[in-house]
């Protein structure tokens, strides 16, 4: 019962049947960005050929059917991670998210003395924004390391967390390590202490069953391209009282209820902060997107993918003189390696040419790759599309490729 046919749901990713440079294609990329399936495709498809209005402006059928279109991608991506749909900012991704947070929420808020906690294993959108809100307010930055084999240290993030410590941004999944955080626990220690939580779920949301209402944070950001949505959609979940107290982000129409030139009357959240025409069509495809997710199941997707995962580890260990930077005992499917002698980058062009896509380089991660004082790595990044034929193609491409650069 409730078994899946990954075999007849991989049929669902049209781009899945394509050749590179004379191969089957592998995607090992999903990381970067997922595949997208024919009901997304022709969820934007649709939109385009028959109700293409703009939201929340014209009282015309068209308009009436986009809006509610909009509205019910809210509410399905609402649903999909356990919270209230006015609670649900929708936006173009994570890096929006966080900024939103960062200049509405911190900007104001911080000041000389204050600290903003950001692990090691952070993505630049999760340590960037908060570099320039440090920069304006006179907070620092503080890090919460990580241990050798790529988990916080959490006797370490407790210490650190000391009265001056205003906010925590801490990754639900690492990017590059895979690494899953317990972030339940650290959101429950860190609102003990009257510490404000960001956490970022862009890895964490495509691939396990998340419930933003259990996790206890104050600010849980995703993207809707790595999970089977259409690139430059994105949401914000913020506790209720926090989008009540926020400033605007970006002013323009659609977050108004009222201008004039003595002054301006704010809608409310969410939309008080979706100034503009929003990337209506990514949404429809979006809300398509967790129908589809939802269909399959997220623990399903994730037993499937710890298995496709457990291969390819075992795999790459049995090749020898491969190096995985992640071995973290709750692990999603992504795997930063690097193959003695090779370099990240000569690799990756030779599996390329076996119809390979790894992502090369430092996963937009650059103090962590410091830590372990490597200036790039290959990633291979499963998603259940992916499947155990394509883990043994990928190891006899690396194995022809350590051949040609040893
Ligand atoms: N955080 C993490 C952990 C990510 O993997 C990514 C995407 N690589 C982002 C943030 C940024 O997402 P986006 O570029 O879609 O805003």
Request: hydrophobic share 45%; glycine share 8%.
């Amino acid at each position: 019962v409730g078994r899946v046919d990954w075999t007849r749901v991989r049929e669902d990713f049209p781009l899945l049947r394509r050749e590179v440079h004379g191969k089957p294609l592998v995607y090992l990329d999903s990381a970067n960005t997922g595949q997208k399936p024919v009901a997304v495709i022709e969820a934007v498809d649709d939109f385009y050929r028959r109700h293409n209005a703009n939201v929340s402006r014209a009282v015309h059928a068209l308009g009436t059917e986009a809006t509610e279109s909009y509205e019910a991608s809210r509410r399905a991506l609402a649903r999909f991670l356990n919270v209230r749909a006015d609670e649900l900012v929708l936006c173009s991704g994570t890096t929006f998210a966080i900024n939103l947070v960062a200049y509405s929420w911190a900007l104001p808020r911080l000041k000389a003395g204050d600290v903003i906690l950001v692990s090691r294993m952070e993505h630049h959108a999760n340590i960037v924004p908060w570099q320039l809100v440090a920069q304006r307010t006179g907070a620092t930055i503080k890090v919460a390391d990580i241990t050798p084999e790529g988990t916080l240290d959490l006797d370490a993030l407790w210490r650190a967390m000391t009265p001056e410590v205003k906010l925590l941004a801490v990754a639900h999944v690492s990017n590059v390590l895979g690494t899953v955080n317990p972030v339940r626990e650290i959101c429950r220690e860190a609102r003990k202490r009257g510490i404000a939580t960001v956490v970022d779920g862009s890895q964490a949301a495509p691939h396990r069953p998340v419930d933003v209402a259990a996790i206890g944070c104050d600010f849980y950001a995703v993207t809707g391209h790595k999970m089977c949505g259409p690139t430059g959609t994105g949401a914000l979940w913020a506790r209720r009282e926090h989008l009540q107290a926020m400033p605007p982000f970006i002013g323009g129409g659609e977050m108004i209820r009222e201008v004039s030139f003595d002054g301006t009357v704010f809608n409310d959240p969410p939309h008080k902060f979706e100034a503009g025409t929003p990337n209506i069509a990514g949404f429809v495809g979006l809300g398509a997107a967790v129908d589809y997710l939802q269909g399959l199941g997220m623990a399903a997707i994730e037993a499937r993918e710890i298995e496709l995962l457990a291969h390819m580890t075992q795999a790459l260990d049995a090749v020898g003189g491969v190096r995985i930077f992640g071995r973290a005992p709750e692990k999603a499917a992504v795997v930063s390696f690097l193959v003695e002698g090779a370099h990240a980058h000569d690799l990756a062009t030779l599996l390329d040419l076996e119809g390979v896509a790894v992502r090369s380089g430092q996963h937009c991660a650059h103090p962590l790759l410091q830590f372990y004082g490597v200036a790039a790595t290959c990633r291979a990044s499963l998603a259940f599309y992916n499947t155990h034929e394509e883990i043994d193609a990928f190891i006899a491409a690396l194995q022809k490729a350590r051949g040609l650069l040893g």
